[in-house]
């Protein structure tokens, strides 16, 4: 009986064509996160002054891969009629962008917005009730649905939570609510106007998994003494956070940055 020999590249074309190679394990994904409180881009020591430049410089200088923008304008009347705050940040840090409204402010739009130099696949806007008896500023998310260079896909979302407890909470569980059931992987971070030990985050820490326990304070610039902007992660994915920084940024915003690094295994 004849013995035949086939090369093994030629095996390997022959199993890739047919699809018969095993499924290789997806290499661990790196990126880095920030959450920015913005001002509207108006540095409080410069009166009225608008500096989308200031903004985009301390995000160049971070290099995050994801951004989730507070208090952003969007062809306001203090900010620029026609001035989409969200999209000039986007063209100046060389990323993608999705804007969330949550109030009408001088004849346009105010909210917050995400930014990242992958792919957007999908995105959602939420509005964020308030109890009827607790009158205030309406809130609302934005998140955005990525493609990941490995192909997987990842959700990261961006809020600005309430100024009263009980509208917090009922924000929180809106927000569970739309995103709660999501298999994918998820990222959340922004200005929760509130502290780590406050009823609202002991009830975000039971379904996500913050990127620090003992976070550094992010406000005031100026001797900064209090907590309340986080990134954080819903637990069940492959989703791993580390090194947490708060960067001591006290020109452009009212607000320090915060960043911090993931891994998805």
Do not use: W
Request: aromatic share 8%.
């Amino acid at each position: 009986m004849k013995k035949y020999f086939f090369p093994l590249f030629i095996l390997l074309s022959i199993n890739v064509l047919a699809g018969t190679l095993p499924d290789q394990p997806a290499k661990k994904q790196r990126f880095k996160v920030m959450t920015y409180n913005i001002h509207h881009c108006n540095p409080p020591s410069a009166g009225d002054k608008i500096d989308v430049e200031a903004i985009a410089k301390v995000i160049n200088a971070a290099k995050p891969d994801f951004v989730a923008l507070q208090e952003v304008d969007v062809n306001t009347e203090r900010s620029g009629k026609g001035k989409n705050q969200a999209q000039q940040l986007a063209e100046l840090t060389g990323m993608k962008f999705y804007f969330s409204k949550a109030i009408d402010h001088q004849g346009g739009d105010y909210g917050v917005a995400v930014l990242t130099k992958f792919p957007i696949v999908d995105s959602a806007k939420y509005a964020l009730p308030i109890r009827p008896e607790l009158k205030e500023e309406d809130r609302t998310i934005a998140a955005v649905t990525v493609t990941l260079p490995d192909k997987r896909k990842l959700i990261f979302a961006s809020t600005h939570l309430g100024l009263k407890e009980p509208n917090r909470l009922l924000q929180a569980e809106t927000i569970m609510s739309h995103f709660g059931k999501t298999d994918l992987p998820m990222i959340l971070a922004g200005d929760f106007n509130a502290v780590p030990e406050s009823p609202v985050i002991a009830y975000f820490d039971k379904y996500f998994t913050r990127s620090c326990t003992d976070c550094k304070p992010t406000i005031p610039v100026e001797k900064p003494n209090k907590t309340i902007d986080f990134i954080m992660h819903k637990q069940g994915s492959k989703l791993k956070s580390a090194d947490t920084e708060v960067i001591d940024e006290k020109y452009a915003s009212d607000h320090l940055p915060v960043t911090a690094e993931f891994t998805l295994d």
